[in-house]
């Protein structure tokens, strides 16, 4: 990975990288989609309950969303709030905390603008980055709430390119634990570094990332500006 020039930025993604645990515990989802439910006095259990609690937004969700009656993109979105909500409440209780490392964001700040962008719904980036104080980040984006959030979610570059837009850098590196993250790397025109942590340690990849690294301190040997 080459240094990091003057308009370059370092964008990093949240969970597994920042925060501990791979992302969002599925029984969050679970019980958010029986709130959305509640509020409109209904139930789903079976085949039905399977494909309305799954993550993705496809044929199957707007299916059963017709044979209950209700708006697909509004019942999505209204789940997709109810899990923010309450995996702000899972964190504030302390759950999840941040990876030991993240001490070198303020040395990685030093080199290059830092960007937060993540798959995770907004309101909870948001309140990770409030509620741990990381104010090394100049930007922070979540994918936004509801079926346009979820389809511009990564290997989507859209939110690394809304990132660089919002710092004025034409390139730079984009650090995750996922082939995804290295996929939507290249195609918003960044260097990847894949962070192996104990969750991926072994895993293999069909995909060649620019460098690998083990640590967020590594990296800021790695990130040097330019003389």
């Given amino acids: 990975m080459s240094a990091v020039d003057d308009g370059e930025a370092v964008l990093l993604d949240m969970d597994g990288v920042v925060l501990q645990g791979r992302g969002t515990d599925p029984a969050i989802r679970s ?7 509640d509020d409109r006095g209904l ?10 609690v799954r993550a993705t937004y496809d044929d199957e969700f707007r299916a059963a969303c017709e044979e209950l009656g209700v ?10 709030e109810r899990t923010a909500t309450r995996a702000v409440e899972r964190l504030s209780a302390g759950m999840r905390r941040l990876h030991r ?7 990685l700040a030093d080199r290059a603008p830092l960007a937060l962008v993540s798959n995770n719904h907004h309101p909870t980036v948001e309140f990770v980055v409030d509620h741990f104080r990381l104010d090394a980040f100049a930007f922070v984006r979540g994918r936004d709430l509801g079926p346009d959030g979820f389809r511009r979610r990564k290997p989507d570059p859209h939110y690394l390119n809304e990132a660089l837009d919002a710092l004025d850098a034409t390139g730079g590196v984009y650090v995750g ?7 939507a790397a290249e195609r918003a025109g960044l260097d990847s570094a894949f962070l192996r942590r104990d969750h991926n340690a072994s895993r293999d990849l069909d995909v060649e990332p620019t460098v690998e690294i083990g640590s967020l301190r590594e990296l800021v040997g790695l990130v040097e500006t330019t003389p």
Avoid: Y
């Avoid at 139930?43 to 309305?52: E, K, M, N």
């Avoid at 634990?177 to 996929?183: L, N, S």
């Fill in 177 to 183: 634990d996922r082939a995804t993250d290295v996929i």
């Fill in 31 to 37: 019980r958010a989609l029986d709130d959305a439910l």
């Fill in 43 to 52: 139930t789903a259990s079976g085949s039905l309950r399977r494909a309305l």
């Fill in 71 to 80: 708006d697909p993109p509004e019942l999505f979105r209204a789940r997709e």
């Fill in 101 to 107: 490392d993240v001490d070198a964001l303020d040395a």
